[in-house]
T-cell receptor, first 114, second 115 residues
């Protein structure tokens, strides 16, 4: 089956630093999604990417859909304490009438030291 | 996450009992997905349903697990004769249509604990 390798597994950074994480896939996707999950809650959608090479921003977050369609990265600029959490990448292939569930990475734990 | 409603938030069962997890999708969403998350893991797709139809159950264990999304009421994930290994967080997601540009939105999950 499809596998997503997400790295790094965890990050310990200082408040104000920039953060970068990425995902690579063993197969191509036509949709990449980035979610954030806080303890005891469900994943919250941060950014959705639908086109190879696409670069999309959401406030301090920027994500790119890799040109090979097998990878994506997420950057967070000027981190703040509320950025703490687990970030997941997810990919899927939408096709005419297709119904793939999302394939998730194992997550990047972001820990911010004040 | 307030849009997708899951209940109960926590469920404790003894081995051999049945567990029923409920999911009400966001208003206007007719597509429901169930995922399972083990500690320190990402979410794993289980099943995708539209009203009264199972579209893709490729991630569902072959035995003891079933799902439905009736014409009226919430989607139900049912686990019969639960075992310790069923302990996990179960998440439901919904989308208005299964097309590009309509990403899935998740509920806050049901934490299932098996004694």
């Amino acid at each position: 089956g499809q596998q997503l390798n997400q790295s790094p597994q965890s990050m310990f950074i200082q408040e104000g630093e920039d953060v970068s994480m990425n995902c690579t896939s063993s197969s191509i996707f036509n949709t990449w999604l980035w979610y954030k999950q806080d303890p005891g809650e469900g994943p919250v959608l941060l950014i959705a990417l639908y086109k190879a090479g696409e670069l999309t921003s959401n406030g301090r977050l920027t994500a790119q859909f890799g040109i090979t369609r097998k990878d994506s990265f997420l950057n967070i600029s000027a981190s703040i304490p509320s950025d703490v959490g687990i970030y997941f990448c997810a990919g899927t292939m939408y096709s005419g009438g297709g119904a793939d569930g999302l394939t998730f990475g194992k997550g990047t734990h972001l820990i911010i030291q004040p | 996450n307030a849009g997708v409603m899951q209940n109960p938030r926590h469920l404790v069962r003894r081995r051999g009992q049945e567990a029923r997890l409920r999911c009400s999708p966001m208003k206007g969403h007719s597509h429901v997905y169930w995922y399972r998350q083990l500690p320190e893991e990402g979410l794993k797709f289980m099943v995708y349903l539209q009203k009264e139809n199972i579209i893709d159950e490729s991630g569902m264990p072959k035995e003891r697990f079933s799902a439905e999304f009736p014409k009226e009421g919430p989607s139900i994930l049912r686990i019969q004769q639960v075992v310790r290994g069923d302990s996990a967080a179960y998440f439901c997601a919904s989308s208005p249509r299964q097309v590009m540009g309509q990403p899935q939105h998740f509920g806050d999950g049901t934490r299932l604990s098996i004694l």
